[in-house]
Nanobody, 117 residues
Framework: QVQLVESGGGLVQAGGSLRLSCAAS????????MGWFRQAPGKEREFVAV????????IYADSVKGRFTISRDNAKNTVYLQMNSLKFEDTAVYFC??????????WGQGTQVTVSS
């Protein structure tokens, strides 16, 4: 089993910044990616960003490019999402996930990000 524990969510004014963290524990994998999705009230869950553990290549949703940065700390098995220039429409529950190659995806419990306009 894999456990993902997210932290760092909260309330911030538009234009502000937050950093989300997601620490993975339990079973380990050699080939996998970690990333973030988000879900706003009344909307479907949408992709935000992903980072490959080997090589560190990243992919971002168009809506967050240039504002969000995903990074990782291999030693801590932790992935981060630095969110700058936050907008009201970034308000959502942010979910961390780990996608091992050839295996099912594991999800965190989610952390609320609220941006006040």
């Amino acid at each position: 089993q894999v456990q993902l524990v997210e932290s760092g969510g909260g309330l911030v004014q538009a234009g502000g910044s937050l950093r989300l963290s997601c620490a993975a524990s339990g079973r380990t994998f050699t080939r996998y990616a970690m990333g973030w999705f988000r879900q706003a009230p009344g909307k479907e869950r949408e992709f935000v960003a992903v980072i490959r553990w080997s090589g560190g290549s990243t992919i971002y949703a168009d809506s967050v490019k240039g504002r969000f940065t995903i990074s990782r700390d291999n030693a801590k098995n932790t992935v981060y999402l630095q969110m700058n220039s936050l907008k009201f429409e970034d308000t959502a529950v942010y979910f961390c996930y780990i996608a091992p190659a050839g295996r099912s995806t594991y999800w965190g419990q989610g952390t609320q990000v609220t941006v006040s306009s």
